[in-house]
């Protein structure tokens, strides 16, 4: 009943984060009700279920692995309001220009730059469709094409460090983030790379969804080299000083973050795009969605603790486990779960209802919780790009209005869809491409 009447509340448009708070009283005040304690109504807030909300609000505020939110979301801001974005985007289709799908590949390689300094998908798909959508639509591209691409881009900030869901995800999981982070490099680029063939090869087979556009001749490549240069160094050097100094041990992710902000504050001014405007855009921003993500914690601890005390984990458990699979064969049940969710729901309610359901049974089924969180975040790029909630779509339908309808959106990012499913295929074939960059910089992971 709590699971089935919380998809329906979310679908229904009802905030998420109050939504799991609502359910976890209300449901928690039947659990922990005493009999006889409510007799008058001075007695009604005699329950245990606001001391549990009490503490877990404490506990989410004492978090250390939280603090490095705020911080990311305020790089990935700051980087967006200075223009380095667009600049970056412009010379890489300079660079890319005789390629076949030159703009597409130039947005998608921008993309990934961008999210490993932002981590924030609403912020790359918006950005991108305000610079690349128009770009694209000039040089007579086919709207799906130039949808498809951005929205499958910007969902890469959610797997290539320094990624959110990975920060929340080790927050719920108890791991280590950096771990995650290191786990999390080679299936984000394989991903891209992914991306970019199926660009290229599409293109190729077919030219008249993506023509070459008219570029001025008279640019020559050593100009081009030297844009590429200037867009592009300044904020790569950030981006590797920022992981740099987490997967090197030099710093936490708190600390990286905090020294990602003040870079990116630092690269604006360089730039001469640094207002007092825009840093209270950013400050505000990055004020909102920390609210958000730290009441979901609040909220959907709440919703696990009175779930599982009331034997909800314990049901879907001894179900799993009643069905006498093998490890394979466990892990696919949860990846079509997982999927299947990505239809009506986001990767925050996935990720922080549903899969502490299923993380108690990797020791039963002998499966490395960092290859699982990788497969589980692989899985939930397909929560952005699944409708009826594809919010990638949504997002970039926000800023493009009548420039383009839902439908041709979600036709573009179809294909996108079986490129994660096949690149999901490829990291259980070869676990090494998620765990070998770990245990190379940390040792051998032992439970």
């Not at 505020?61 to 600049?87: Q, S």
């Not at 798909?125 to 881009?153: E, H, N």
């Not at 795009?273 to 709440?302: I, P, R, Y």
């Not at 994660?420 to 070998?436: C, G, S």
């Amino acid at each position: 009943m709590m699971l089935g009447l919380f998809i329906v509340l979310v679908m229904l448009g009802f905030p998420i984060a109050f939504t799991l708070i609502a359910m976890g009283v209300g449901f928690g005040y039947f659990a922990y009700h005493q009999a006889g304690s409510v007799k008058v109504i001075a007695d009604a807030f005699n329950n245990q279920i606001f001391y549990l909300l009490n503490q877990n609000t404490y506990s989410v505020m004492e978090n250390d692995t939280l603090v490095a939110i705020p911080l990311f979301l305020f790089m990935g801001y700051v980087v967006e309001r200075a223009n380095i974005v667009n600049r970056l985007f412009s010379s890489l289709q300079l660079a890319a220009r005789n390629l076949p799908g030159s703009m597409a590949i130039a947005a998608l390689i921008t993309c990934t730059v961008f999210s490993t300094a932002s981590g924030i998908v609403g912020a790359v798909v918006t950005l991108m469709g305000l610079l690349a959508f128009p770009a694209m639509a000039k040089a007579a591209y086919r709207k799906d094409f130039s949808a498809g691409v951005i929205c499958a881009g910007g969902t890469l900030g959610i797997l290539i460090p320094p990624s959110i869901m990975l920060i929340v995800y080790a927050a719920i999981a108890e791991l280590s983030p950096l771990r995650l982070y290191a786990a999390a490099v080679f299936p984000g680029l394989l991903l891209a790379s992914l991306y970019i063939v199926y660009v290229l090869i599409r293109a190729f087979i077919n030219p008249q969804i993506a023509p070459r556009p008219d570029y001025d001749d008279s640019v020559s490549r050593t100009e081009i080299y030297i844009q590429l240069l200037v867009s592009f160094v300044p904020l790569t050097v950030l981006i590797m000083l920022v992981l740099g100094s987490i997967l090197g041990g030099l710093a936490t992710p708190a600390e990286a973050a905090a020294m990602g902000a003040l870079g990116g504050l630092v690269l604006a001014t360089a730039y001469r795009s640094l207002t007092w405007q825009k840093v209270k855009e950013s400050v505000f921003l990055t004020a909102k969605a920390t609210a958000m993500v730290c009441w979901m914690f609040v909220g959907s601890w709440t919703f696990a603790s009175v779930f599982s005390y009331l034997g909800g984990h314990d049901i879907i458990e001894h179900w799993v486990l009643a069905l006498n699979l093998q490890p394979w064969q466990f892990l696919i049940l949860v990846q079509l779960i997982i999927f299947l969710l990505g239809w009506p729901l986001e990767w925050s309610e996935i990720l922080i209802i549903f899969v502490p359901i299923f993380l108690p049974m990797l020791a039963t089924f002998d499966v490395n919780p960092y290859f699982f969180a990788m497969l589980v975040a692989l899985n939930l790029q397909t929560s952005f790009l699944t409708p009826p909630m594809a919010m990638s779509a949504y997002y970039l339908k926000g800023v493009l209005k009548k420039d383009i309808e839902l439908v041709e959106i979600f036709k573009g990012i179809m294909p996108y869809l079986g490129i994660v499913i096949f690149a999901m295929f490829l990291m259980y074939m070869f676990p090494e491409l998620a765990l070998w960059f770990p245990d190379y910089l940390f040792g051998p992971y032992i439970p």
